[in-house]
Structures are given as structure tokens and as C-alpha cells.
């Protein structure tokens, strides 16, 4: 029922297509600038921090994400005449408790994760913690990382989501092209450069993942908790030369950068337990209709919900 959510709305196909087509042509033209740069995308990210230091270029990178989360709330409600709730979940409310589960969980498992790593392999690892550059970065994360997140789930697992699910009728068609693009999203990422494009397995394939959680939870809460988590902690733990997030965090990577297994792990191990986890807690069932049957039609939703409805 979430992407039927969309009938909630007022029903049109440039009302869907403008937004997507928009944040695509600016990553496709950030791509074409970043290939034929004679800097690597490494090199002219030291330039930046040291011009304006790490917090600034922080900024930077998210400030219009944060002005697309914006953007695109915006748009739901004087465009499509929709609400945040209804764009957000199937529920009657936002579940925010499955938000902070789900941020709570992946931030708890990512702080041991890392913690483990560095323990196992404390040569790959420097001290980097400095408490008022820390405290700074902190402030800077708390604010802007959710809403960068956000914005992401929002046009890709809400908007985008909703729009190809009402307009093909069929769930799957939305949970590959979205997941799809969002991994393309991250082409032009400092990682990719150095890892090489075998890292678009991991992007994408979080992309599944999260596109997974939406459809069978009926709801962004799980992906949203999710993303922010995953983001922020590891924005606020570890840093490197080479990622998108230079940060003054608690500790710098110093190992030399490989496409390998471990990257392999969270797509093919990691994330299907997530699945059977958060199966088992919001007791998910009929996971094919759910990811590959087809979407009410308008006439079906209206009709669904008259008959949910208590008589007066």
C-alpha cells in the first residue's frame, strides 16, 4: 500500500518526472566536469580543505542536499497536493520509533564493526581526535547529515518511488530503477576513483537494500533511520584521504585503499540478516507480492480504504 500512497495526491506525470530529471541532469553534468578534470577528484578535495578547512567543505557538500530534503517536501505538498505522512508511510502516523530503531541498530553494529577493525588492524589506523575540532564537526554532522540522508530517501525511495510504482503498476519496476540510480548517483565519489567501479556493487546494492526495507516495511521509517545512521556515525568515526566525508573524526584510515571482499560482505551477508532481522520484528509476510506484485489502481486504493473505514 505504500506507493498507493501516491493516489493521495494530485496525479500528475511532469509533477514526477521534474524533480528526478533535474537532480539527474546535475549529476550526470558533475560527472562530465569530474572525468575530464586533469585533477583527481582526491587531489582537488585537499585543494578545497586547505583553502577553507574540512568543516566548511563539509558544508558544502551538504548544504544543497539539505536544500534539495527542502525541495522536495516542498514540491509533495504545493505541488502534488500530497502530505509528508502519506509520502512517508502507509501508516496513519510516521512511526518514529522504527526510525530510531533502525538508526539505533545499524549505528550500534557500524561502532563495532569499526571498533573490531581497528583492533584487529591498529597499523591502518591513526588517532585523529581533537575535542574542540570534534565538537565542531559534531554540530556540523548532527544537523546536516540526516537531512542529506533524508533528501536521498526522500526522491529516490518516496517520490521516485511512488511515481514509477503508479505509473508501470508493477513494485519492482520502482525498487530496480531507483536502485539503480542511486548507486549511479555516487559515480563521481572520490571512492570510485580510487576503488575503481566495482564499489557501484556496494552503492547499488544498498540501494536494493534500502529499496527492500521500503517496500516490504510499507514505510520510509526503516530506510531513513537507516541511511542517517550509517552516514553520520561513520562521518564522526573515520576518516581518509579518499573519501567523500574528510572529517576531523576520531580516527584516519592510513591503509592503501582496495576493491576486496570486505566491501563485498554488507551487500551479500550483512544486509540480507538485516532483512530476516526486521522481518522477524515487524513480522513482514507475502515478501513476492510485496516486492513483485502489482500496485492498486486508483479505483482499488480508494476502495480499500472506504472499506477500512469505521461507519459513521
Known sequence: MYIAQGY????????????????????????????NSPISVEDAMQQLI?????????????????????????????????????????RKKIDWKR???????????????????????????VLNFDLGKFLSLAVIAILLIPL?????????????????????????????????????????????EKLGMGIMIYYIGTG???????????????ALGFHAANNLITALLVTADWTAFQTHSIYKDVSEPAMGWDVLIPIFVVFP???????????????????FGRVLSKEEFVASNDAASPMA
Open 8 to 35: 493521495k495526491g494530485n496525479i500528475g506525470l511532469w509533477k514526477y518526472l521534474f524533480l528526478p530529471l533535474g537532480f539527474i541532469s546535475l549529476m550526470a553534468f558533475n560527472y562530465i566536469i569530474t572525468v
Open 50 to 90: 586547505e583553502q577553507w578547512g574540512s568543516n566548511l567543505v563539509l558544508i558544502a557538500a551538504l548544504g544543497p542536499l539539505a536544500v534539495g530534503l527542502i525541495t522536495v517536501l516542498l514540491w509533495t505538498v504545493l505541488i502534488h497536493q500530497q502530505s509528508i505522512t502519506s509520502l512517508t508511510t502507509s
Open 99 to 125: 526510525i530510531f530503531f533502525a538508526f539505533g541498530l545499524w549505528g550500534g553494529v557500524t561502532i563495532l564493526i569499526t571498533g573490531l577493525d581497528i583492533y584487529l588492524s591498529p597499523d591502518d589506523y
Open 148 to 192: 542529506q540522508t533524508s533528501f536521498e530517501e526522500y526522491l529516490f525511495r518516496g517520490h521516485m518511488m511512488q511515481g514509477l510504482g503508479i505509473a508501470t503498476g508493477r513494485r519492482w519496476i520502482p525498487l530496480v530503477v531507483t536502485s539503480v540510480l542511486f548507486g549511479v548517483m555516487h559515480i563521481a565519489n572520490p571512492e570510485v
Open 208 to 222: 536494493f537494500f534500502l529499496g527492500i526495507l521500503t517496500l516490504m516495511d510499507e514505510g520510509l521509517e526503516l
Open 273 to 291: 540478516l538485516l532483512l530476516l532481522l526486521f522481518g522477524k520484528k515487524y513480522k513482514w509476510t507475502n515478501w513476492k507480492d510485496k516486492l
